[in-house]
């Protein structure tokens, strides 16, 4: 199962972690891993190259995570391609809901 974790504070999500294989079907034929996969990578290259953000990334075997600075998680263009990650996962989650689960964390202390 992929699990994709999103960070909130304040409403304004500032991480995205990204973390297993779905398993829907074996490596290299998996559409709904590939899937997840896009979406959450879309959103990195989004930050980077369109938004144009600093961001902290970890990456590993089936895993990547990207956070973002406090106040670059209120820009409008940074919530626009955050929120639309998180729409995009809840999709794909509502469609594959044995291979795919989206967790949502408030970090307001």
Known sequence: MTTVTVFTRDGAIESVESKGHAGYARSGKDVVCAAVS??????????CEVAKVEVKTKEG???LRYEIGGQDAKRVDVKAILETVR???????????????????????
Do not use: F
Not at 38 to 47: D, N, R, Y
Not at 94 to 103: C, F, G, N
């Open 61 to 63: 075997e089936g895993y």
């Open 38 to 47: 896009v979406a959450v990578q879309s959103g990195l290259a989004g930050l």
């Open 87 to 109: 729409v995009t996962v809840r999709s794909i989650a509502k469609q594959y809901p044995r291979y795919v689960k989206l967790e949502e964390v408030d970090n307001a202390y």
